[in-house]
C-alpha cells in the first residue's frame, strides 16, 4: 500500500487552491496534513441524522488532535418514514445520488482520507456505494438509536405507530390513544429503535470493517457515542498515512460476512437491494440469486423490533454485534480486517462482554436453522424475489388464496381503508418496481396496516415493490421481472390462485405459461407519469434482482 505524502501546498500552480483554502480559515501549514473530507449527512428533519450536527464536532477533534485537518461537506438525507405516498417515489433513486455527489465533492477537492457520517436507509448504502467507488481511506460513523418509547402498557418503537394505524382503522385504540402515540412512540432523536434497513445497512457497516462495532445500537446521546466519534477521527488520520484504503478492508469475504449476518440477525429485506448494488460497485457478482445462495444456510439467531418485542437498544444490551458475531463465527471469514484495527478473529477472541441468551441465541440452538430470508422463484418471479421469513407467522408459511390486484399503492390504501379484505386473500401490488413506480416504493404502512386490522395470519401482500425492515407479516417484495418490463405479475387477474410456499422457496400462479403469455399481450401499462430525477432513473435503472442500480450500473 503507498503511504500519504503532501504534494499540492509546495506547488507554485497550487497557489489558487492555498489561497482559497486560507480563505476559509486554514492555515497554509494546515493544507500540509492529510485532509479528512467529513461526508456529513446532518439535516434538521431527520432524526437519525440531527445528531451528526453536534457528533461532527468530535470527529474533527480528532481528526485534528491526529495531525489531520478535518474538511466538512453535507449530502441529502431522506426519512423513508416522512416520504411515504409520492415522496417515496424519490427515496431509492437519492441513495445513487448521494453516491454519485459524495464521489464528485472528493475528486473535486482531492480529499486524502474521509468520514461518513450518515444513519438510515439509503444514506448508509449510497455512501459505501460511493466509498467503494473512491477507494481512499475511509471510516463509518452511525448517530446511534433512538430512545424507545415507555408508555403505560409497554414498550414502544417506530413500527409500532405504523401499525397503529390500522389498530385505529378497524377501531382497536381510541383517537385519543392514537393521538399519544403518534406524538410519544418516536420518541428522540437517533435512528428508529428497530431492525430495519437504517440499522441493519449500520451494522453491516461494523461487520465489513469500516465502522466501531456497536456504533448503531449503542444510544445516540450516550457519552461513549462522543468519545467513539473522537477515536473515528483519530483513526482516519492514521488509516490516511499509512495508505489503508477502503478496498484493503472491504472484500468479496467481507461482504459475504455482512450478509450472513444480516440473515442471521433478521436484517431488513432491503439489503438485498443495497448489497448487491455495493457488489455491484466493487465490481463484484452478486444478484438475487447468489444472495440467498450466500445467506440461506446461516442460522437465524436473533430477530429485533417488530419481528419481535425487543428493540435496538435491548441489542447492545444483550451483548451487542460482537455477540451476535460470535454466536456465528463458524460461517463467517475471520481473517478479515477491520479499520479500527486488527482482524475480525482478534476482535472476537477478545470479546468478553455477557450475552443474554434469551436475546441472542447460539448457533446450535437458532430461532431458525436456513437463515432470515427466503428467496421464491416460480411463474411469478422468473427471477425470484424476497421475503423476511423471519417476520412471518409460521402458519403462513403456507398460503394458498384469490388474488385481488391493484396497479399502484394508493389503490390498495383506499380499498384497505374502504373495503372489506377477506381472510384467504393475496393482495397484488404491481407497477410499482423500479421503473414502474417509478422509484420501487416501499409499501410498509400499508403492510402494517395489515398487521393492525390482525390479517397477518390469514392475507398474504406481493409486490414489485419493496418493503421496510420495519415490515412483518407475509410479505413478499422485489417480484421481478416487474409488472413495467412485461413481468408475470402484470398478468395476474382478481380471482386467480396464488400459492406462496416459503419451505419450497417458490411462488406461483395457477395459469399455465401459454395464458400468462397470452395475457401479457392485452396488457397496457396504468399512468405512472415520471419527469426529472425520476424519469432518469427510470430510464437507466437495473431489475430489483440486480440491487436496482442506475448510476453505477457499470463500472
Known amino acids: ?216 445500537t449503542m444510544l445516540y446521546c450516550s457519552a461513549a457515542k462522543y468519545k467513539q466519534a473522537r477515536d473515528v477521527g483519530e483513526r482516519i488520520v492514521a488509516l490516511t498515512k499509512e495508505g489503508v484504503t477502503f478496498s484493503h478492508i472491504v472484500t468479496e469475504n467481507s461482504l459475504i460476512n455482512g450478509l450472513r449476518h444480516i440473515s442471521a440477525t433478521g436484517g431488513s429485506s432491503n439489503a438485498q437491494l443495497h448489497v448487491c448494488a455495493i457488489a455491484k460497485t466493487m465490481d463484484l457478482n452478486l444478484d438475487m440469486k447468489r444472495f440467498d445462495e450466500i445467506q440461506k444456510d446461516v442460522p437465524c439467531i436473533a430477530k429485533f423490533k417488530p419481528s419481535s418485542q425487543y428493540s435496538i437498544y435491548d441489542y447492545y444490551k444483550a451483548g451487542g454485534v460482537g455477540a451476535t458475531l460470535k454466536s456465528i463465527k463458524d460461517y463467517l471469514n475471520l481473517d478479515e480486517k477491520l479499520a479500527t484495527g486488527g482482524t475480525l478473529k482478534e476482535y472476537l477472541d477478545k470479546f468478553n462482554r455477557k450475552v443474554d441468551k434469551a436475546i441472542i441465541h447460539d448457533a446450535d440452538d437458532p430461532l431458525y436453522p436456513d437463515g432470515c430470508f427466503a428467496v421464491l422463484t416460480g411463474n411469478l418471479a422468473p427471477k425470484g424475489c424476497v421475503v423476511k421469513k423471519s417476520g412471518v407467522e409460521p402458519s403462513m408459511f403456507f398460503h394458498r388464496g384469490p388474488a385481488v390486484c391493484f396497479d399502484s399503492e394508493e389503490d390498495l390504501r383506499d380499498y384497505m381503508v374502504h373495503k372489506t379484505i377477506r381472510p384467504g386473500s393475496v393482495l397484488v401490488i404491481r407497477y410499482e418496481g423500479p421503473k414502474g413506480g417509478p422509484g420501487m416504493r416501499e409499501l410498509s404502512i400499508p403492510a402494517a396496516m395489515l398487521v393492525g386490522m390482525g390479517l397477518h395470519t390469514s392475507v398474504a401482500m406481493i409486490t414489485d415493490g419493496r418493503f421496510s425492515g420495519a415490515t412483518r407479516g407475509p410479505c413478499v417484495g422485489h417480484i421481478t421481472p416487474e409488472a413495467w418490463e412485461g413481468g408475470p405479475i402484470a398478468a395476474v387477474e382478481d380471482g386467480d390462485i396464488i400459492t406462496i410456499d416459503l419451505d419450497n422457496r417458490s411462488i406461483n400462479v395457477e395459469l399455465t405459461q401459454e395464458e400468462i403469455s397470452d395475457r401479457l399481450k392485452r396488457v397496457r401499462r396504468p399512468d405512472h407519469p415520471a419527469k426529472g430525477v425520476v424519469k432518469a432513473f427510470r430510464s437507466m435503472v437495473s431489475g430489483a434482482d440486480e440491487g436496482a442500480v442506475w448510476l453505477y450500473r457499470e463500472k
Not at 81 to 89: A, F, I, Q
Not at 133 to 138: A, E, R, V, W
Not at 163 to 178: A, H, L, Y
Open 1 to 216: 500500500m503507498e503511504k500519504w505524502k503532501c504534494s499540492r501546498v509546495d506547488d507554485p500552480q497550487e497557489a489558487y487552491y492555498v489561497g482559497l483554502m486560507n480563505s476559509c480559515g486554514y492555515r497554509t501549514e494546515d493544507l500540509r496534513k492529510p485532509i479528512i473530507g467529513i461526508v456529513n449527512s446532518y439535516t434538521d428533519v431527520n432524526p437519525g441524522h440531527k445528531p451528526l450536527g453536534e457528533l461532527v464536532k468530535y470527529v474533527k477533534e480528532g481528526i485534528w488532535c491526529a495531525g489531520g485537518a478535518p474538511a466538512e461537506f453535507n449530502v441529502p438525507a431522506p426519512c423513508d418514514g416522512m416520504s411515504h405516498g409520492e415522496g417515496m417515489h424519490y427515496i431509492l433513486p437519492q441513495r445513487e445520488l448521494i453516491a454519485g455527489s459524495v464521489e464528485a465533492m472528493v475528486n473535486a477537492n482531492s480529499f486524502d482520507g474521509l468520514v461518513f457520517l450518515c444513519s438510515c436507509d439509503k444514506i448508509v448504502p449510497g455512501m459505501l456505494m460511493a466509498a467503494a467507488s473512491l477507494n481512499k481511506p475511509c471510516m463509518f460513523l452511525t448517530a446511534g438509536s433512538m430512545l424507545p418509547y415507555e408508555g403505560e402498557e409497554r414498550t414502544y418503537v417506530t413500527p409500532d405507530l405504523k401499525e397503529s394505524i390500522g389498530e385505529r382503522n378497524v377501531g382497536s385504540i381510541s383517537e385519543d390513544t392514537f393521538t399519544v402515540l403518534k406524538e410519544n412512540i418516536c420518541f428522540s432523536c437517533g435512528t428508529c429503535s428497530m431492525y430495519g434497513t437504517a440499522n441493519t445497512m449500520g451494522v453491516f457497516s461494523e461487520v465489513i470493517g469500516l465502522a466501531p462495532m456497536d456504533s448503531t
